[in-house]
């Protein structure tokens, strides 16, 4: 199938006269190319090139990423914005309180797919998954370590319009920033990290977590050392491996959207960063595709939320709400809710739902557009969910919030990929097929006649 690029997150995958197919994606999948081009990002580091002194890097993406340095003079990781030709540096120092004179360099490097591993020793693996929106860097605790303490150092330089590093401190939680000279908006910062083990035997199931403490200090203008204290006790009582995701966040890009998990156990926790997507009775989903490309006015012959599960255990009856409250999504996998992120109890912290996971309908959400979707148990794979009435509301008009999707107290589990996962044809997309008003047609009556054949199409696995 030809897929030709709209914007960083659209593609279009088939046209005829006012009849467009197009394939929406939560999260960026293109990137504007030299000179102006949107082109496919390509995540997977591949020799290096334009980094004589690194091993791997990446191109094809909104920023220049080089890995794994060749001798003990060159950072673990550059992060290089082609606009200004500037570039932060991460260093890793060590671990404990007393470090080396110079940065340690991890004695084993290795590629698979979008991912960077290394190896610092028998206890520690490092791992660098490379997405469209995120650079996700997971330290692997092998066993029981000696010590409590890892530190990272970041530094910045260029020419005229170099980065500046700014520490905010929202909720008294540290986040370094990166921001073009003069520039509000970040261009990526260092979201404080979860770390978690894994006493559950599901995939990146919820178990025991803890938030560690997050040291930032400048060192001298333009370098700053980043400190993760772990917790003795919950170190002591873990199982390991031990997972520790300190995530680099890119700056969310115009036409992205988002996806979030709510867990009622856990109501305060928020979980933005989380992998899958899981649907039970404890948990529900908020989800949000960008839909400013589509004419107001237009017609939605069919829009099909496809997700790729991976668990079940039972058959699940979905509902789809359309949202009526903003929300944040968050960088967090079960850590506390910080401003404006969503949880079971928050739309955005420190806001509340008027129920509790998004449940009253009028305020937090709307009476549902479309039938209920029933998923059986079966094998994994592809599965979709009707959005075609609730889309067509919002081209018409309503404000885009998105949809929650819950499922009905007698449903079983079943677990889908998220935005976040390393794999992008398991992430959700949206795929709508839609005719456009023609020339001179009021939107109103573009609308009225839409509402007149709308189709949705019957759910089931894709073959």
Known sequence: MNKTPINSTTNLIAKSGRRKTVEKHIKRVNYLAPPGIWA???????????????????????????????DKR??????????????????????????????????????????????VDDKLTMKFEVLGHKIRKLLILNSPPSWYKLTFRVARSGGAHLLNGNIVKPHQLGKLLAFRSGEVIPLFGFAKPSIWDSSSDEIEAVSPRHTPQYNITQVRTGVWDIEIVLDPAFLSNATYPVYIDPTIVLQPDADEGKDASMFSPYPDANYGAYTLIPLDSSWRELIQFDLSSIPTGSTILSSILTMYRFYDNGNIEVLKNRLLREWGEGVHIDAPATDGECSWNHHSYPNLWTTGGADDIGTDIAIADDENDYISAGPDGYYEFKLTNSTQVIVNGATNNGWRLATTESSGRQSFRSSDYGTSEQRPKLTIEYEEPSAGMPAKLGALAGSRILSPLATGLLK
Request: one cysteine or more; a neutral charge.
């Open 74 to 119: 060159m950072p673990l990781m550059r992060i290089t914005d082609p606009i200004t030709q500037c570039t932060w540096a991460l260093w890793f120092m060590g671990v404990g309180d007393v470090h080396p004179s110079k940065p340690i360099i991890p004695k084993l490097v290795d590629k698979v797919d979008n991912k960077v591993v290394w190896e």
């Open 40 to 70: 496919p990002i390509n995540c997977k580091p591949r020799d290096a090139k334009w980094y004589n002194s690194y091993k791997f890097e990446v191109l094809e993406h909104d920023l220049l990423l080089a890995f794994a340095p060749s």
